[in-house]
Every structure is written in structure tokens, then in C-alpha cells.
């Protein structure tokens, strides 16, 4: 099946530190999903991001889907967005089921 | 208030027990899907319905058994055939058409074995 590699998979900054985490997948996909998971266990949406570049906020993302990688900046990090990082993918062909990355693991300290 | 309803929050299942897990979403989603998530890891699929009256195996489905009568609801049965449980059990839903698939979460289900 579809591989999903994150890296790093552990990362902790400084408040106001930048900072991109990377998604690599080994076949072709057809979507792709970022979510952050808060310490509560809830899965937020952050992007769906099959191609292209998409902002929103601090946050954007940048999927190069042809190389197989997206990526996920984080600017001006404050200690809300600690918490686990996930990109999900579809295979092409694959229907609708996602597949998820073992995320990167952001703690922000003040 | 639109989105995905889980319940419990938390369940506790005893030695050769079923139990059963809610999942309700009122955003007329026609696909629906159930994720179990261990410590440390990433989540991964036990079942899936992309229509009413129609479900598919997922990657982890032995012990565990859906049914989709209506299209809101989604409910989830670990069987006493399922060895290890305990675990973090996210639903999720998404609308098919237009090639758009993309998946909301509920709060989740924390289940443990007494």
C-alpha cells in the first residue's frame, strides 16, 4: 500500500519561531489532507491541498504533487498550535479512503 | 449546531463484552468512516460506508462490525472477537461528489478495557 512518511517527527520551539513540516508519499494521490490534533484528541482540518499553494492565516501549505511531498509552514508559532501535525492522502485510484502519515509531534514554549 | 456527534466520551468494556459506539453527523454527508487510533501513532481505517445499506472493510476491520441504516448515523460495534480495544475511535464523514472528499471529524470515543 501507499507509504506516508513525516518528518520530523518530534519538534519543539520557541514562541514566535517559524517552522515546516514535511509530508512525503510514495505513489500518486488524488487528495491530501492536513489536520492538527489538539490535546484533547479533536482532528482539525487545516488544508485540502492536492496541488498548488494555499494560505490561511499563519499557516500555509504547498503540495508539489509530481516530486510527492507537501509541506506545512507554521510562522510566528504561539503555544496553541502545540499539538500533533497529520497529512492523509488518497491514493489515485483508490476511492475515498485516507491514508495517514505517524504526524510530527510540535510542543511551543513560551 | 451542524457537524459530528460521538458518544460516549469515554466507555469502559468488560472481559467478553460488545459494546457499541455512536457516530451522528447532520451535514447530509453521504460517506461516513471509522478510525481507531493507538498511542503515538497515526489513525487507521476499520469501516467505511459511502452509501446507506452499503459498507466496506477497511484496513483493521476483524472484531469490529458497522451497520448504515440512515444516512446521519454510523454506529460502531467492538466485538469481544476484538483482542485489544482499547483505543482512541475517531468517525469521521465527507460529501462524494464533485471529487472533493474531504473528511470532518468528531470529538472521538475513548474506550478501555476494565
Known amino acids: 500500500g501507499i507509504q506516508v512518511e513525516q518528518s520530523p517527527p518530534d519538534l519543539i520551539l520557541q514562541e514566535g519561531a517559524n517552522s515546516t513540516l514535511r509530508c512525503n508519499f510514495s505513489?500518486?494521490?488524488?487528495?491530501l489532507q492536513w489536520f492538527h490534533q489538539n490535546p484533547w484528541g479533536q482532528l482539525i482540518n487545516l488544508f485540502y491541498i492536492p496541488s498548488g499553494t494555499k494560505q490561511n492565516g499563519r499557516l500555509s501549505a504547498t503540495t508539489v504533487a509530481t516530486e510527492r511531498y507537501s509541506l506545512l509552514y507554521i510562522s510566528s508559532s504561539q503555544t496553541t498550535d502545540s499539538g500533533v501535525y497529520f497529512c492523509?492522502?488518497?491514493?489515485?485510484?483508490?476511492?475515498?479512503?485516507?491514508?495517514f502519515g505517524t504526524g510530527t509531534q510540535l510542543k511551543v514554549e513560551l | 449546531d451542524g457537524g459530528i456527534t460521538q458518544s460516549p466520551k469515554y466507555l469502559f468494556r468488560k472481559e467478553g463484552q460488545n459494546v457499541t459506539l455512536s457516530c451522528e453527523q447532520n451535514?447530509?454527508?453521504?460517506?461516513m468512516y471509522w478510525y481507531r487510533q493507538d498511542p503515538g501513532q497515526g489513525l487507521r481505517l476499520i469501516y467505511y460506508s459511502q452509501i446507506v445499506n452499503d459498507f466496506q472493510k477497511g484496513d483493521i476491520a476483524e472484531g469490529y462490525s458497522v451497520s448504515r441504516e440512515k444516512k446521519e448515523s454510523f454506529p460502531l460495534t467492538v466485538t469481544s472477537a476484538q483482542k485489544n480495544p482499547t483505543a482512541f475511535y475517531l468517525c469521521?464523514?465527507?460529501?462524494?461528489?464533485?471529487?472533493?472528499?474531504?473528511?470532518?471529524f468528531g470529538a472521538g470515543t475513548r474506550l478501555s478495557v476494565l
Open positions: 451535514l447530509n454527508h453521504d460517506a
Open positions: 492523509a492522502v488518497v491514493l489515485t485510484g483508490g476511492g475515498n479512503k485516507l491514508t
Open positions: 469521521a464523514s465527507s460529501l462524494v461528489a464533485g471529487g472533493r472528499n474531504i473528511q470532518y
Open positions: 505513489d500518486s494521490v488524488n487528495n
